[in-house]
């Protein structure tokens, strides 16, 4: 049996640890509320333009996804480190669980003493239902989890799955819990706004305005004491502005691409503002809409591949803060160097300008003067969608499209809403577009983000992940195998499917690992994680936020 156990008196470290600081340095800002260790308000920003009122933690388009705060409102069953990913998960919501041999089964015990921010006590009730709504209602089954019975029993709650989850216990335990009592009686919990949320999470929602949400520290948070009284979530219309605020110190945590990030944003204030970027198994790929032309055609993946300069586009978009993907299996390395099967040891991306004319030449592609046309005449055009104000994404969008014109392709860079965007991916209303893929302590995340036919959802349906609609039985299969195999060899056998696949029929095109990036300023409060404590995903936008907003403590 699989266990994680914690005794009665480890469950009392735990909580004191969450009260304590951090070994690391931390920090925030010049919030306008002070006190006198200083200020007593946490500026969280992010550059997703306008938002609505809309506070429901299961949509992605939300104000509270979009800008982080529902993870401040909203707990998980544990904290898992995303960007360690093999460490033990810490207990939150769950105090213990347990699964068993071939990971089919899981069974969790409430945290006694937890209470909503309504006043009514969190119970087993609670963490049943929250599977059990993901289980009814399919959008909201974002890990796509083959649900079975679900139980409780007293404290405890059994979760049972139709196939093993070894490769998602990350994920599942990381599920947020919702309030049976408030969300039972929701007709539709996918379109609900939610604009009063009811969570175990340290802070409560105080105000909303277009500007910016307000949470105020609970006073009876099972945790203990929090550090910061106040976190105010604001919104920039793009990166630059919000790169403006957190050099001035407006904002003191968030997340945004910053060109030259060390002369711009450290420099600036080198004391206090910090960057910190951990690396995993997750990339940033630009992903092709593979039932829709030109992108159903494999042989122009492949050419749009060869062209792609993946060293010069991690220097000039991202400013070599996101390192360029150098085996052809797409997985970052160092991460990733243990998953590489034994066929694409050593084997490299390299730029083949001729290689890609001839792969389009020998599929019965033509070059009318400096037009590529298809075999049936037709012009080959694509349009690389992203949201306006990702500038990190747009300059890689321009950069794909400016590889291209040689081949005789004309692309165009169209930035969208950003709600547009997320809604437009999702139902695959796109030719191409950038998007990152979720890390895990495999590659199985990153694989099936991008071409898992689990995932396929027709065009104009919503889809979680695999917004390309890329389907190949064999990788399918050997997706599903390496998610239920009990032994290494088996997994290994079925990775090494899986990256041919990935190596042949070009799902997507992956360019760059993608860290867990996240700035943030040391100035009024300290315990972030760190390379000296690296604790935690950096990132508001996070499960891990409900942690670092208990680590957090004033600097004096």
């Known amino acids: 049996m699989n266990k994680r156990r914690i005794s009665t008196a480890i469950v009392g470290l735990t909580s004191l640890a969450l009260i304590a600081t951090a070994c690391s340095g931390g920090g925030s800002g010049e919030g306008s509320s002070s006190s006198a260790g200083g200020s007593s308000?946490?500026?969280?920003?992010?550059?997703n333009g306008p938002q609505t009122d809309n506070s429901n933690p299961f949509a992605n388009?939300?104000?509270?996804?979009?800008?982080g705060y529902a993870f401040a409102i909203y707990e998980p069953l544990a904290q898992v480190n995303t960007v360690r990913p093999?460490?033990?998960p810490t207990p939150w919501l769950a105090s213990e669980w347990e699964w068993n041999a071939d990971y089919t089964q899981l069974t969790l015990t409430a945290r006694d003493g937890v209470k909503w921010s309504d006043g009514e006590d969190f119970t087993a009730e609670d963490i049943a239902y929250s599977f059990q709504i993901r289980k009814d209602n399919e959008g909201l089954n974002t890990f796509a989890l083959p649900f079975g019975d679900i139980a409780v029993d007293g404290n405890k709650v059994t979760v049972s799955f139709t196939s093993g989850q070894f490769v998602k216990q990350g994920q599942i335990l990381q599920l947020f819990v919702v309030p049976e009592h408030v969300w039972k009686d929701v007709d539709d919990p996918t379109t609900w706004t939610n604009e009063e949320p009811v969570g175990t999470g340290p802070y409560t929602l105080k105000s909303w305005t277009a500007q910016a949400a307000t949470l105020t520290a609970r006073d009876d948070y099972w945790g203990g004491e929090l550090g910061v009284?106040?976190?105010?979530?604001?919104?920039?219309?793009?990166?630059?502005a919000l790169t403006n605020a957190l050099v001035s110190g407006e904002a003191q945590w968030g997340w945004t691409f910053i060109p030259d990030y060390e002369k711009v944003y450290i420099d600036a204030n080198p004391e206090v503002n910090n960057q910190w970027a951990p690396t995993g198994l997750g990339v940033d790929a630009l992903f092709?809409?593979?039932?829709t032309a030109p992108f159903d055609d494999v042989a122009v993946r492949k050419a749009v591949q060869f062209v792609l300069d993946r060293k010069q586009i991690s220097e000039l978009a991202s400013s070599g803060v996101f390192p360029p993907l150098t085996n052809v299996t797409g997985l970052p390395e160092p991460a990733g160097t243990d998953f590489i099967t034994a066929p694409f040891q050593g084997k490299e991306y390299t730029v083949d300008e001729a290689g890609a004319k001839q792969v389009l030449a020998d599929a019965g592609y033509t070059l009318d003067g400096t037009t590529l046309k298809d075999p049936e005449g037709n012009a080959v055009t694509f349009t690389l969608t992203n949201p306006t104000g990702w500038s990190d994404y747009l300059t890689e969008l321009q950069m794909v499209a400016d590889a291209v014109k040689p081949l005789g392709i004309t692309a165009t860079v169209e930035g969208q809403n950003a709600d547009a965007w997320f809604t437009a991916i999702a139902e695959g209303d796109f030719q191409a577009s950038m998007h990152w893929t979720d890390g895990g302590a495999t590659p199985w995340d990153?694989?099936?983000?991008?071409m898992d036919g689990a995932q396929y959802m027709p065009l104009g349906e919503r889809a979680n992940w695999n917004f390309g609609r890329f389907k190949n039985d064999e990788a399918t299969a050997a997706l599903a195998t390496y998610a239920n195999a009990t032994d290494e060899a088996a997994r290994t056998a079925a990775l090494e499917t899986v990256q041919q696949v990935f190596v042949d029929e070009v799902p997507t095109i992956a360019l760059l690992g993608r860290p867990?990036?996240?700035?943030?300023?040391?100035k009024n409060f300290v315990g972030w994680p760190s390379d000296e404590d690296p604790y935690a995903n950096p990132q508001p936008t996070t499960a891990n936020a409900s942690l670092i907003l208990t680590k957090l403590k004033p600097a004096s």
């Open 446 to 450: 990153t694989y099936s983000n991008q």
């Open 41 to 47: 308000v946490l500026t969280i920003g992010m550059p």
């Open 516 to 522: 867990a990036a996240a700035q943030y300023s040391t």
């Open 86 to 88: 093999s460490e033990d």
């Open 288 to 291: 092709l809409n593979t039932e």
């Open 61 to 67: 388009t939300s104000s509270a996804m979009s800008l």
């Open 229 to 240: 009284k106040e976190l105010r979530y604001s919104s920039y219309n793009d990166n630059n």
